[in-house]
């Protein structure tokens, strides 16, 4: 079978916390040419702030400013997920497309709706970006990318165990980011077993006082505010120097199960499977974006025992809001604590590490009077 009967082309995908990664590897694993933007950043956002309709939320407008700082770059072709229902992401991509098409940018823009035909459209998407038709290569390079996330996943949680923990603020968070780079590549399973195993033993040299009061926090909301570090702030990291060890609900791996991975493939319960039953009492139908599973998020993580929950969501997201306005309901049926926090480019920092504080040292005397026999 022809492997390069089509010409490869430069793509791009935003950064979404590790996504690029992911992506990355796949597109390099079949020979294709990938232009990863520049790290996000505060001209990110002015950029994509700049030609963004004024309302539009924080994801659109770090996306739009990832595909432009990369079109700039040398990239030939940008790769945008649609999504149907009643969130706007379904209308980002057409969006998206004009706004890069009104700056006079020659850019091919790839629309790749997942909900059409998982695999089918994926495999068009693959096949136009790199030229390689060859279906075991696509198959190989496919699971190689899918294991990453999984590994990528689990890496992210033991940086959080060891955040919250290091006697030196930001130890574990730099041996993490030079694991990433072993991740990254990894160009076969063997290989990327081992960069695990070697990632994993370079955070664990992190010196840390096992004695220390954690807290643990499960952190939900919008899936890219959830994931991508410079829009919600670097929330993990802060949370981290405060003594809180956080998990996230939403995670690259959980959209991989319900998203792509087919139903006889899968093992135990999606998370969304989770939400339609965790969500019951209070949202019976899913109304767009991740509301649905921001709900039944706060509802798990009071089964779990931990000892508190963040909804991270961007300014005017109306699923995320109607999540928000039924957050005080739950609250009334005895539910863990919640901080509800609503993102944009106007956010100040100092603010932001403020509430973060005050929500900590609420959760710690909350904790003490449950131990204390008092609430």
Known sequence: ????????????????????????????????????????????????????????????????????????????????????????????????????????????????????????????????????????????????????????????????????????????????????KWIDQASSRKELKEANIEAVREIQKTEIDENREVLNVDLTGEIFMVLDPFSNQHIERELGSLGVQTKRSMNLSGWLKTAIIPKFLRKGETHLERAFRFAKPYLLRDIGGDAIESISDVAYATSKGVDGLIHVSPFTCMPEIVSQNIFPRMKQDGVLPILALVLDEQTGRAGFVTRLEAFVDLMKRRKRLVAAGMA
Do not use: Q
């Open 1 to 180: 079978m022809n492997k390069k009967n089509n010409p490869k082309i430069k793509v791009t995908v935003p950064h979404m916390g590790n996504l690029y990664i992911v992506v990355s590897s796949l597109i390099k694993s079949l020979g294709g040419e990938m232009i990863i933007p520049p790290t996000t950043s505060k001209k990110t956002l002015s950029l994509g702030t700049k030609h963004s309709p004024e309302s539009i939320c924080l994801p659109y407008k770090l996306l739009l400013g990832n595909y432009i700082e990369a079109i700039e770059h040398g990239a030939e072709a940008v790769i945008m997920i649609s999504s149907p229902g009643i969130c706007r992401l379904g209308e980002y991509s057409r969006s998206i497309k004009n706004a890069l098409d009104d700056l006079g940018y020659k850019a091919k823009y790839i629309d790749l709706d997942l909900y059409k035909g998982k695999f089918m459209e994926m495999l068009h998407c693959i096949k136009s970006v790199t030229g390689n038709t060859n279906v075991v290569d696509i198959a190989r390079g496919l699971i190689l990318a899918f294991n990453k996330i999984f590994v990528l996943d689990n890496m992210d949680n033991i940086l959080s165990y060891y955040r919250a923990r290091e006697f030196e603020t930001g130890t574990a968070e730099k041996a993490f980011n030079k694991s990433l």
